[in-house]
């Protein structure tokens, strides 16, 4: 069984001074732990914030781009990164961990068909388009609705995506944006890490309507374990206990300075709080990648842990080594190994595969 995480933003803890190659205590990812999970490959995303200017987000992209690239030199062999499916397959032949690179957020490009290209060929294989604020190629859902969707560059970044053969990741987008992406791909497009708005009514999750069109046109959601998105309850914790915009603060000062013993406490004790919280659990989780397979079927969902980026895990999946529970959960709920491959990595490496055969015919 091949077991995929569609997007972990490890990327911006490799920067915070946090070796992969050690069992972090606090790292929500690691190898050590990947391997213990049995988790083949991942997708490391370069997270960049929307608060950056074009050229921070870029430089920032670049000096996380350059210490992946080190900690996977660091690995000696163990860990690879992959630039298609057949690299991944062929690792997992071999025993190796895979990692897989995305961007998460497309300022970085900076409105130039050229950086994407350039960006690409530094082994970014998939773009989640935008963050939570609009951006020169499209609309968030957490944006102003600027364009209404695709810009009319982020209508040429789709096309050139596609004759790339890059994954285009529509996460964070805004509704009208996913159906300017369905109309204009001629590849199959993906939600990397997205719940289900029917379970829970945060934005950043995908309607009914959004899942269907999205598995109609051949591509699929991979579920994102992020309490918020799991549970409306969930929500009304968080924001009424204010622990939040603490962490937050904290989070900031850790990262402004990753190697003072006094930020990196402070950091640790506000996640022992935080997991003090009544949380979702991993058949939360279980609960919305059922909700897909009834809306789209078992060949449109996956998971997309959002490890790394998430201020707090569900109770059951603390961190990557955990994945083994889900396949326990489905199997309990009447699920075939068959079926169980699929979500765990079998549909997203079928996506990749038709990717990448589009590519090619253009």
Partial sequence: MLVLDSHCDSPSQMVRARSFMENNVWGQVDFPKMKAGGVDAAFFALYNSPALTPDESTRYVLQMLSELYDQIDAAEGRVELAFNSEELLEN????LTSVLITMENGAPIQKSLSLLRMFYRMGVIGMTLTHNADNEICDSCAGQRRWGGLSPFGREVVAEMNRLGMLIDI?????????????????????THSCCRAMASHRRNLSDELIKAISEKGGMVAINFYPRFLSDAFCT????CGLEDEADAIEAAFIADPRNPEKVKAWVDVQNRLLELDRPSYVDVVNHI??????????????????????????????????????EELRR????????????GGNL????????????AL
Avoid at 92 to 95: F, S
Avoid at 237 to 240: F, Q
Avoid at 349 to 360: A, I, Q, W
């Fill in 349 to 360: 490496l079928r996506v990749l595969k038709e990717v990448e055969r589009v590519s090619k």
């Fill in 333 to 344: 709920r009447g699920y075939s190994e068959k079926d169980i491959e699929k979500v765990a």
């Fill in 171 to 191: 996460a964070h987008c805004s509704d009208d944006t996913v159906r300017d992406c369905l109309e204009l791909s001629k590849a199959p497009i993906v939600s």
């Fill in 237 to 240: 914790e968080l924001d009424s």
């Fill in 92 to 95: 997992k032949k071999r025993g």
């Fill in 290 to 327: 059922e909700h897909v397979i009834d809306i789209a079927g078992i060949d449109y969902v996956g998971v997309g842990s959002d490890f790394d980026g998430i201020a707090v895990p569900p109770s059951g999946l603390e961190n990557i080594s955990c994945f083994p529970v889900l396949w």
